[in-house]
């Protein structure tokens, strides 16, 4: 089971910041956690992944995202910044099965476990 949390509307140039919680999964470092983005009437993007301290930012996010995990609780952080009405979307965390190659991939069928998504809507 994943959850996540944190989406929101904000305006253009905003921040917010998503957590991402497997439960009942056990949240080794090993294992690459990633983040997704479906955009309305779009396909599937992956925007930022991470796994054994090292992270990974699509083009499209790089210098504006920053992901991180507190090892602790298992909690994956997505946190935004400068955000466009690009970047609209319905965000998903997902969770792999098992430890893979470094870094972690952007591809949606390294991932087993998913969360149920939350929407972001940036305004102009």
């Known amino acids: 089971h994943v959850q996540e949390s944190g989406g929101g509307s904000v305006q253009d140039g905003g921040s917010l910041r998503l957590s991402c919680k497997p439960s009942?999964?056990?949240?080794?470092?090993?294992?690459?956690m990633a983040w997704f983005r479906q955009p309305p009437g779009k396909g599937l993007e992956g925007v930022a992944s991470?796994?054994?301290?090292?992270?990974t930012y699509s083009d499209s996010v790089k210098d504006r995202f920053t992901t991180s995990k507190d090892e602790d609780i298992g909690t994956l952080y997505l946190y935004m910044n400068n955000l466009r009405p690009e970047d609209t979307a319905m965000y998903y965390c997902?969770?792999?099965?098992?430890?893979?190659?470094?870094?972690?991939?952007?591809?949606?069928?390294?991932?087993?476990?998913w969360g149920p998504g939350t929407q972001v809507t940036v305004s102009s």
């Open positions: 997902a969770v792999a099965a098992n430890a893979g190659h470094l870094p972690c991939s952007f591809g949606p069928s390294d991932y087993l476990y």
């Open positions: 991470f796994g054994r301290d090292i992270a």
């Open positions: 009942g999964i056990a949240a080794r470092p090993d294992l690459c």
